[in-house]
């Protein structure tokens, strides 16, 4: 006794001395180390914001005098007349009628621009113009040092600027480039028009390089975690130093807060030129700066980790002892609760006496917790299966009565022939309830409800009429017995009997494939009576035992009922064949 009060009194002192160790010393260096640390952050953050920030000023800068330079070229060369004869011929009449000319018109024009882009170096790789009336399907397109190519079967309508441009009032627009193949260009769209006739002549297209931007970056150390990335006005990506970062920075518009990607967390700075709404976007990694503050953060860790080393030391064979004692009961706690109701705690790896004594305690409990649910589930189940034999070897009274009279009637007709099969059907379905077993076969059950289903017609004459199909297969398929006659049974007592219509009643059986790959077994009864309605009573009974029986057989069926106002009522009945197939074996 004494000397387990030691131990409690020496476990007593090592949590006093840890909680001063704590307050004292621990939080208070930790707080200040991390204030200082994360001082340190924020002026390389902001430092290196504003950076950034002015990097793209000067980029956007460049952008707008390199455009206004090459837009400038668009307009002036309109007006050289080897430029708009070209133009007006094409938008005139189909090339085809006067090739003479048009070669004419396209060695001059092909000789002008071509001296023109010669003369701006790199900026413009290329040259189109679609005709507005005739050839209006081709797209006449010059590249840089090349002859006027036609590019056939162009139909500039179905493209995303042409819908833009009609929006915009034939305001000229910049989209990524479709007519070039090279990387990194834009094409510059605007309507060519008659100034004097005031007439669309067609459309213009000038595809420009934005390869100066590489240019301009070459004195930048970037890193290959960030990025520079160009959007037009209409938010396309027109430029990126880094393809595999533009899913991140169209991530980061979307949610407007931090996003992942190939090298963890990033920040985003943009600046919007206010001549084009060009905006430039400059992706920054926090690896980079986490990376530049690899110092610090290693002698911090370095710091902490002789406070762990010594804390470790100090406390580590108690919390191995409790965690061993203890890890045992939580692991049988969760594995009882994840569904292993047969586990038990192995008491031997408890070192603590407290601990071994809930252990124990813990095997007792989960052993009358699984009697208990032993015994109810014994108990509902055997009460489930009695009250469902009871109900099979019930057939209606009224169907009955209904019958006999049937039988009379046919008796009074001299119809001897229907009268014998009548009688032959009626002994089946007596002899099918009588018998003591809980599940069936779909070929039996699909012959019962065959002769049901005989009794009625001879019943009703014309206004019943029935189809029953059983995919080859499924014949010797097993399903609780009287299952799928109350379903018929309804379709007749609340389709047929209280209207005037006639009724068919298709009943069919073969399986399908969800689309998760699970295979089905399905009854679908469909009948063309009054129209199912929700809120009826009869549902609540026999449609209800149907599914709890369904439920007992196979957890995993469906049972599904789906009809309305002038639509025909459709039960469905699915069971999974492959559960059931394990189930059995």
């Known amino acids: 006794m004494n000397s387990l009060k030691k ?44 950076e950034y920030k002015n990097t793209l000023n000067i980029l956007s800068s460049h952008l707008v005098n390199h455009i206004n330079s090459n837009s400038g070229l668009s307009l002036t060369y309109l007006f050289d007349p080897e430029v708009s004869n070209l133009y007006f011929f094409l938008n005139k009449k189909e090339y085809t009628q006067d090739l003479l000319s048009y070669t004419h018109y396209a060695q001059d024009f092909t000789s002008t621009l071509n001296n023109r882009m010669t003369l701006l170096g790199n900026s413009i790789t290329g040259i189109g113009f679609i005709p507005y009336r005739n050839n209006c399907d081709k797209l006449f397109y010059l590249k840089k040092y090349n002859k006027l190519q036609i590019i056939d079967s162009y139909d500039y309508k179905q493209s995303r600027w042409y819908y833009e441009l009609q929006s915009n009032n034939q305001t000229a627009l910049f989209v990524p480039s479709e007519t070039s193949i090279e990387e990194n260009t834009i094409s510059l769209i605007r309507t060519v028009k008659n100034i004097d006739k005031r007439q669309i002549v067609g459309y213009e297209i000038l595809d420009i390089s934005l390869d100066f931007i590489f240019e301009s970056l070459k004195d930048i150390s970037m890193s290959q975690y960030s990025g520079i990335f160009l959007e037009s006005p209409k938010n396309e990506l027109l430029f990126s130093t880094n393809n595999a970062l533009a899913p991140v920075v169209q991530s980061l518009l979307n949610t407007e807060t931090g996003a992942n990607g ?37 002698l911090v860790l370095l710091f902490y980790l002789g406070m762990i080393v010594m804390a470790a030391f100090i406390f580590g064979h108690t919390y191995r002892s409790l965690t061993r004692s203890i890890t045992p009961v939580l692991t049988t706690m969760d594995k009882y609760h994840a569904g292993d109701s047969h586990i038990q705690c192995d008491t031997s790896q408890c070192n603590i006496s407290e601990i071994s004594a809930i252990a124990v305690n813990l095997n007792e409990m989960i052993e009358k917790i699984n009697i208990h649910i032993d015994n109810e589930y014994k108990f509902k189940m055997e009460q489930k299966i009695a009250e469902y034999q009871t109900l099979q070897s019930e057939i209606n009274p009224h169907f ?47 012959n019962f409800i065959q002769d049901y289903l005989f009794l009625q017609k001879t019943r009703f004459d014309e206004r019943l009429d029935f189809q029953i199909f059983i995919e080859p297969g499924l014949e010797d398929f097993e399903i609780p017995k009287l299952l799928v006659q109350p379903l018929i049974e309804n379709a007749i007592v609340h389709g047929l009997e209280p209207s005037d219509c006639n009724e068919i009643i298709q009943l069919s059986a073969f399986t399908t494939t969800s689309c998760n790959g699970d295979e089905f077994m399905v009854i679908t009864v469909i009948n063309s009576g009054l129209p199912y309605i929700e809120n009826r009573s009869y549902k609540r009974v026999g449609l209800k035992n149907i599914e709890e029986r369904l439920t007992i057989f196979s957890p995993n069926s469906f049972f599904i009922i789906r009809g309305g106002i002038d639509k025909p009522t459709k039960c469905t009945i699915m069971i999974p064949k492959e559960k059931l197939k394990e189930e059995k074996r």
């Open 262 to 298: 190939p090298s963890g967390q990033y920040d985003l700075y943009s600046f919007k030129d206010s001549s084009f709404g060009f905006t430039f976007y400059y992706l920054s990694s926090r690896y980079d700066l986490y990376r530049s503050l690899r110092y610090a953060t290693a």
């Open 7 to 50: 131990r409690l009194k020496n476990r007593s002192l090592k949590s006093s001395s840890l909680l001063a160790f704590i307050v004292s010393f621990l939080i208070p260096s930790f707080l200040l180390i991390l204030l200082l640390f994360l001082c340190y952050m924020r002026i390389t953050v902001k430092t290196q914001e504003k």
């Open 400 to 446: 009955l009565h209904n019958i006999l009279n049937l039988l009379i009637a046919l008796n009074r007709l001299g119809d001897r022939t229907s009268l014998e099969q009548s009688i032959i059907s009626l002994s089946r379905l007596f002899r099918y309830t009588c018998e003591h077993n809980f599940n069936s076969t779909i070929q039996q059950e699909f």
